[in-house]
Structures are given as C-alpha cells and as structure tokens.
C-alpha cells in the first residue's frame, strides 16, 4: 500500500505528527477519492515497522519476558525495554508514540470530511477509520497506561485523547493525558461503530469481524469477560473464518489465510515485517540470532508430540533456536487470528462457569488438537493461561497477559512503573501538559 501524507509543518509541538510523504493539505482534503486515498495512508503508516510492522508486537514481548528468550541483538534501545530498564530518549519508544499518533491523526482528518466521501462508501470508510484509531488507542494505552482494573475508577493516566485532525500548527496544540478510563470508553466506542458500520467481506483492509475480535480482545483486557465471551463467541459462530489445518499454515503466508481475521499487508513493494528483522537468520531475511528461544519456554509444553514443541529452526550464524513464525520476509503480519477467540472464549467461560458456544476444554481440546497435543480432560484457568502462551507466543500477548492477570514479570510486580513505557523526553519538552509516568523524572 502506499502511504499517503499531509503537508503539515511543526515548531516541535504537542504531537509532532511527521508523515513521510507530502502533499498539500487542501489537496489531501479536496475529494472523496482523496479522503479514501488518505485512509489508505493510514493503513500504511499502521503498517510500519514503529507500529504493527512488528515492533509493537516484539516489545510487548520482550517487555514481558524472562526466561522464555534471550535478546542477542546489539540494538541498546531494544535491550532496555528486554532489561526493563527503558531511559526517556529511547528511540524505540519514541517511534511507537510518534507513529501511532500519525495513524491517529490521518483517520481523524478521514473522519472529519467522511461527508466528502460518495454516500455508498461512506460507512466502510468510516468503519476502518474508526477500527484503525480504535486499535492504536488501545495499545498506546496499554503500553504508556496503568492497567485497567476492573470495578475500578481507572482515572489513572492513560495518553492524550485527540478525537479532531490537525491542519494547522500554528496555534496551541498542548494537550493533556487522558484516564485510562477515558481511553478505553474511546477504544470501545470505535470499535463498537465500527462493528456497525464495515461490512462482512472487505478483501484485504478490516471488516466488520475484525472490529469484532479487537473489542474481544480489549474487553478481556479490561476483566469484563461478559462482553469479551459475547463478541469472542460472535466471530466463531458468525463468521467465514476457520481454524487453519496445520499451525505451520497459520504463519509467513503471501496471502490471508482461513484463519486470518486481519492483517497488515506485505509485498515486495510496499508494508514493513520487522519481525522477520529480529526474529529471523540471515537466510530468511533477519539479523540471524537478535531473539533466540530458550530452553525455559520449550520446557513449558507438557506433550512431547506437540508440533508447537518444535516449530523452531537453527540459526545458521549462531546455532541458536529461532521461531518458524516468521521466517518468510514478505508475509504479511498478522494482527487477529480465530484461535485467539477461542481462546477467549474458554478463558471467558471458565471465569463465569458458563458454557457459551462450548465449555473450556472443548475450545482448548480444539486448539491442541490442531497441534497434535495431548486432550485435556479438565482445564484451570492456569492451563487456559499456559495454552495462550503455547499457542500465541512471540505474537504480541505476554506483557499484557501478565499485567491483566496481575502476575509479576520476573521480580517485578505487574503494576510496577518500570513495566510503564516512558513519554518520550521529546514530547515533554514541547507539551507543557504532559505529566510524565512515575519513575522517569519530570
């Protein structure tokens, strides 16, 4: 896809939105076509490597590891976040706030003149607009905010809230944080429109199912496993989509498979996998042994027939195991996947002692079935937690699977400030209403 920017220029302000290519602003806004066109921009720029290109997903990752892999790679901003020990200047985080805030940018000014847009498209443009800037919220938050703690006020600080897009940057653009709170009632009402409004089949860019599985995804982060269980329940029953035969068919696909809800397109052209970077050996397109897979995660599978128990490869440059997750440099990455509803699903039914759909094991028998695992005849809630991390590892999942479940990472309670990734100094320096997170200074 092809990125399409806006030419806006900034003294050093409040969210320094910086799109990475140019055009006039009354050109960008001037038609339909243009608008629509601008929405493909937005994909695009969700799609780089600062965002879902890959390095969202390895962070989140890494922030929640400990024994599971080791990080080998000479990249000292990377190794902060895998320390825990992350400094304010950490380019990593910077780029994850700098591009998510462009993406959220781009589809306010879509939303802002959707009237442009010809009457038939203009729910589906809606629609996406409203599932991308759903989804940036919710990780920026998840990865700048505290927790959100069910039953809670959760007026703890979460990142600042920008529902209008901006063309001039001329005036006053500070803005403060808004509550984790506020964040996610925005996440959750995006995603609820957009839900409404996209259609059930829409190639390759989000559609109705999508916003289904991310609202999944955010209720079960929040602890409301009512709502979570209802939309998880929805995509299973509801949709076209289906398990994959093999779990090597999930994973370094061209093209969307079966079981792909949504993903960020790859080509030889255009779309960023950065975990191919840092996941992969030489040969495959990586650095060769940046993240190896350690015996601590491996020793996590209880089934010696479990093809999740092997799906690793040697590095040619170090002899260290790496994950087949990635190892075609051109597949597209993969955001939402059905076995992660399923999941949900069984999660959300054991917690309420319901039977929605199937009960736990059934769901969960499904998932290791596929795997050639051994079948449960019971399950805990730990074997549901364990199963997520069998099957969704190196995905995205761990440090907010911890922080939900309030585990500690390690030696570090799961509400610890240093589990918060820090505003970047360069926003503190600009925008006076900033409060920074504990633990970083001012």
Avoid at 42 to 65: H, K, P
Avoid at 66 to 74: D, L, P, R
Avoid at 107 to 135: H, P
Avoid at 313 to 324: G, K, P
Wanted: net charge negative; aromatic share 10%; charged share 20%.
């Amino acid at each position: 896809m092809l990125g399409l920017g806006i030419s806006l220029t900034s003294c050093e302000d409040k969210l320094d939105l910086e799109p990475t290519q140019f055009i006039s602003t009354d050109v960008a806004l001037s038609t339909g076509e243009n608008v629509e066109n601008l929405l493909i921009g937005a994909y695009a720029e969700a799609g780089q490597s600062a965002s879902y290109g890959g390095n969202i997903q390895m962070l989140s990752d890494l922030y929640g590891a400990t024994n599971q892999v080791s990080w080998n790679g000479t990249f000292q901003p990377i190794r902060q976040v895998y320390t825990k020990n992350i400094l304010v200047d950490n380019s990593y985080v910077r780029d994850t706030w700098l591009n998510g805030y462009d993406v959220i940018n781009q589809t306010n000014l879509v939303l802002d003149n959707i009237d442009l847009v010809d009457e038939e498209n203009q729910s589906n443009i809606e629609g996406q607009a409203r599932f991308l800037r759903g989804l940036t919220y919710f990780d920026l938050t998840r990865l700048f905010g505290q927790q959100y703690m069910s039953g809670q006020s959760n007026n703890q600080l979460g990142v600042p809230l920008e529902l209008e897009g901006i063309e001039d940057y001329s005036g006053n653009l500070e803005i403060a944080r808004s509550t984790v709170e506020e964040n996610y009632t925005q996440v959750i009402t995006d995603l609820q429109a957009a839900y409404d409004l996209l259609p059930e089949d829409n190639e390759e860019f989000a559609e109705r199912y999508a916003a289904q599985a991310l609202l999944a995804r955010v209720y079960l982060q929040q602890g409301d496993y009512s709502s979570a269980l209802a939309s998880a329940n929805d995509v299973i029953e509801n949709s076209s989509y289906s398990l994959a035969g093999t779990y090597a068919d999930i994973f370094n696909n061209d093209t969307d498979g079966s079981e792909t809800i949504f993903a960020f397109q790859v080509t030889t052209q255009d779309g960023s996998n950065n975990l191919i970077t840092h996941y992969a050996d030489q040969a495959n397109g990586g650095r060769g042994n940046d993240i190896s897979i350690n015996d601590g995660y491996v020793a996590m599978f209880d089934s010696e027939d479990d093809v999740r128990s092997e799906f690793f490869y040697a590095s040619a440059q170090s002899e260290d195991r790496l994950t087949a997750k990635y190892t075609n440099q051109f597949g597209n990455v993969m955001l939402l996947r059905l076995a992660e509803m399923y999941l949900i699903r069984a999660e959300a039914n054991l917690r309420l002692g319901s039977a929605v759909g199937a009960t736990p094991v059934e769901d969960i028998n499904r998932i290791r079935e596929r795997s050639n695992a051994d079948v449960l005849t019971s399950v805990s809630l730990d074997d549901i937690m364990l199963e997520r991390q069998l099957e969704l590892a190196f995905e995205g999942f761990l440090i907010h699977d911890l922080k939900r479940t309030m585990e500690d990472v390690g030696d570090i309670p799961y509400d610890d400030n240093s589990l918060l990734f820090p505003i970047p100094q360069r926003e503190m320096d600009v925008n006076s209403l900033l409060t920074q997170n504990p633990g970083y200074g001012s």
